[in-house]
């Protein structure tokens, strides 16, 4: 019995290391958008999430192109609301996109709670 729950200790180690994603861990983004010109808040318009998935650039802020995997996606509702709720990647750094306007390099998930959380969309 003691080999059976070594070897699935082992199993959850192993995948909590080399998958992309958490197991039990979850993030969440949440904030409004709003029109870049108007003001308004931005209704119908689709906000994503993605995470650095691998590859050379997985613990930098910089240097994950090519390597995104998804997190989630929302659209805005009538307030331009909108909440993403997925499993936590296995890195630190996040990739908000929302149009043209979205940051380039991964940002920390505190970050998208604290300067993400009201964002301007063409």
């Avoid at 192109?65 to 909108?82: E, K, M, Q, R, V």
């Avoid at 499993?87 to 306007?101: D, I």
Wanted: hydrophobic share 30%; aromatic share 14%.
């Amino acid at each position: 019995m003691k080999t059976v729950r070594m070897f699935f200790l082992f199993g959850i180690v192993l995948l909590n290391t080399t998958c992309k994603q958490k197991l039990f861990k979850y993030v969440t983004w949440d904030g409004y958008a709003v029109d870049q010109l108007s003001g308004q808040p931005a209704v119908g318009k689709t906000v994503t999430l993605m995470a650095c998935g691998g590859g050379s650039g997985d613990y930098q802020p910089y240097g994950c192109p090519g390597n995104l995997i998804y997190i989630g996606s929302c659209t805005t509702d009538a307030s331009g609301h909108f909440h993403i709720h997925g499993q936590a990647a296995n890195n630190p750094y996040y990739y908000p996109q929302y149009g043209q306007l979205s940051p380039e390099d991964g940002v920390s998930e505190s970050d998208l709670s604290t300067k993400y959380n009201k964002i301007a969309i063409r």
